[in-house]
């Protein structure tokens, strides 16, 4: 806890000081008397701050699980065992969310209950340990700013964009000639309800007039194929790029979503254990939203973890190892990071100048000779717009 | 065109309130002194109307209004300046004027808050200004008034507005009491150091005057008293002193009033002179020559220029004196020893021959002069020179004396026998008066004839300060040593509250100034229980807390040489060291048992069980939960406390209210651990289950 005059205080401080030497000069009892009682206010002012965040109790509300950019309401309750606080200040900073400042007018044992609104601002396991109180009591000279224990959590989802469809996936086999494209899961395997998520370009408008409900043409690959999102964790990628990695995790989230909308399972590899997790879409959010830079696995190593010809999307910043998975024909799309653009914050202004040949030395080319769609990720890019023309 | 509101405006009319009642407060500090309280009264009706202009145009501009504010702050400070250079000698009466008229015109500009708060600033200012004038101790009232209101003002800027203004009022109190005590405690603890000493000479107004009363000295005690001599005896007056007189007789008895007369601040305490006498008669003392020169200025301040028979003391220290007269004087101008400017109201003073400054009018209570002095402080070595000349003028004025009985001659040529300087002769026999004679203001009439000197010395051996100093100079002058009777008032008591030294009128007192070569004129007292202040004493209440510590301390040492007659003194400390100790261990126990009912009741069963197992040696380390500590308990201890744990948990973990019933099983069984301590082993121990945790 730290206590400190406030530039009233300090004025007041002042004053007391100029008194003195006034009534020193002067050998006049009074003038002592009235200095002496600005010395007393400044002596009850630290009083009051010294006691006053003691005996002050701060519990936090907060929902357990929110989405990146979503509002999220945080709840601080308050008491003190004995007496009033006045004109308390809780400075409230989660991790992962936008702090606040509430001023609660008076706190006494009956608890009293403040609410803020902030946002999720990054995705994350984030735990709240305390809350930073201010006051000044009622004399405002003294004041006291202490962190009062206040424990939480929230899981921060990452966000994701509701893509259409995934891009099709068609790199050169193994014997190095291009293959023949797939039909990518267009054949339509049948018919099945309305899921939360399903494209309405999906419906069948004509099942579902007879049967009175929605009903959603299912696919051939959706049946059968889980989605495998490779995320490339290695930390060395993302140094002074930390954002370059969050986008990576959102267009992973983009993808799993896709996947579990079209109704199959998605598998996520990390670069750290667990290697693979086949994860349902709110386990596989939980996933990205704890999963940080780690390990040293590449995409290469990840695609190995897989069933043989699995189809994979890569999210990664390493150009080179999606090329290397791509010439040995694995069925892949990929997404790129320009971790460049995010060091030097210079995405918006230079995408335009920069290709994207130029920023992988020529990688991405191959890549496109090799009919893996690529998206290419730069600072400032609206991800939701890269992610749809993906494979376009 | 559209109004833009200024920001941080301050719309709480009760905030504005309670800071205009606390400035109010300040203006009535400066207006309980007389010669401000017309323009106080002013001063505070336009603070008022300040106010409530503040208020209603709180949202506007108000330039025009600013722009007036400024020309009216110019003119104030021409003011202030012009008082200034018409009363230079004492700058807080312009002062004074300054601070209420800007306090004045801020309050016609109070938008925000931060403006309020300048005014309270403003407003201690002028409590600071009031201080440096108030003189008694009614003004500790208007501080703690004032206390009150500018922590209930602070506390309505702070007031947050969603807490309604039901518990302001409360809070303010609350405040404002602990600020009130808290400045108490630093007004005690503080030292005052003596600082800078800086000079003022606060005077009255310039008084016109007509009359000459200082060819003569006018008592208005003793009009008479020109006329007493011989064959005629004056009344003794129990409201002035006889002394204030040409004629000083011996032969009045009585006990003077303790009517206040004077307060003086003063840098150092001293002695207030007034008269000097040189012609010893046998039953009194009386001025052989009564004339005085004129001492004139145009302004207040008077230089004051004494005869030759007066020396510049060799080793001096100047003592800045204000006297406020309180009650009706003689025309007699008090001071310390030696003046050397005097300011006063008249503008003119006249010295007589013995250095005794007289005033034109009579002194009347609300009069304020000022006076330097050069006070004398002589170097040992030259208060015990024997060589020096004493000038001509001096051992013809200050050696006659009457036919004096022999054994007064004798008696000082006893006692001086030794030689040495007059100043050791002095001394010496000063000495033997204290040890011969006693004080007292009822002494036996003198019969007539007697030679008053003779008659204390050798038949009543007792008397006033009169008789003592006359005896002195007497004895003194018998062996050839120059000296003379001054009277005047003692130093006073110190009022530590105001710093002013009160003077009563039973204050008055008689002693002897002798000739020293080399040091000129050196005051001695020969009356028991009083000594002549000298340069090298401290100031009194200078530190309250150590004049607090030092009144204890004698305080118990009395009551420890009363309770322990017959045991060692020594002894009798201890004793009372001792109930001191059992005071403050009793104190501490006190405060313990009520934070022990803060707690709640089962808290406070759970802390008497701690401390009746902590008796008996089992301590519970902070590392152990009471449950861990409750386990490795020796068994007759175990359920008692087992059943105050469970209550004690439920309690404080549980969140559940313990119920009576509860709150008497635990008391119960903190009685059955009580019993059950009793027979437990030492930690450590081996028991019959096990052993005891070690402590």
Redesign the interface.
Known sequence: MSIRPTA?GT??LV?AVL???????????????????????L??GW?GAWTALRGVGVSRALPAEVCEGDPVSVTLTLCVR?GRR??VTLRDAVPGLSSSTV?V??VSSRPVTVSYLATALRRGVHLARDVEVTT??????VGARGRLPAGGSVVVLPRYWTLDRLPSAGPAQSDGRVRRPRRDGLDVAGVRDYRDGDSLRHVHWRSTARRGRLVVREFDDDLHEPVAVLLDTRPHLYEGADDAFEDLVRACASVAHLATRSGRPALLVGSADPEVAVLPWPHALRWLASVRPGGDRSPVDQHALLPAGSRAVVATADADSVLALARRGVALAAVLADVDSYRHRTGVSVRARASSAGVFGGSVLALEALEVPVAVLRCGDDLGAVLARWGT | MRRRERPGVEESLLARAVTLGAVLVAVAAVGVQEEFAAQAVTAGAAIVAGFAVSYLRRRSRNTWLKAAIAVLVLVVARDFFRTLLATPYDPRVPLVRLFLWLQVLHSFDLPARRDLKYSLASAVVLMAVGAAYARDLSYGLVVVVFALAASGALAALHWPAEAGARGLARAGVGLGTAVALAGAVVFVAVPRGEGLRVRWMPVSPRLPWTGRLHTRVVNPAYPDADRAGADRQAVFNPQGYVGFSTFVDLRLRGVLDDRLVLRVRSTRPAFWRGLAFDEYTGQGWRMSDGSVEELASDQVRVPVRLAADEPWPAGSEQVVQTFYVEADQPNVVFAAYRPFEVYFPTGMVAVDRYAGLRSPIRLEPGMVYSVISRMPSPTPALLVREHGEIPPSVRDRYLQLPVLPDRVRRLAEDLTAAGGSPYRKAAAVARYLRACCTYTLQAPALPAGADAVDHFLFVTRQGSCEAFSSALAVLLRAVGVPARLVTGYTTGTYNRLTGYYEVRNSDAHAWVEVYQPGAGWVALDPTPGFAVPTTQDDPPGQWLLADGARWTWDQMAGLAGSVSQGIPQKAGMLAALAVAAAAAAGVVRAVRVRSDRARGPVEQVYASAERVLRRRGYHRPAHLTPREFLAALPEPARPPASEILRVFEASRYGRRRPTADDVRACREALDALRAAARRLPPPGVASPRGRAPAA
């Open positions: 009233d004025a007041v004053l008194l003195l030497f006034v009534a020193i000069n002067l050998q006049a009892g009074w003038v002592f008397a009235v200095d002496a009682l600005l010395w007393g206010a002596a009850v009083a004995r006045y004109a001023v007018p008076v000044m009591g009622l004399l405002g000279l």
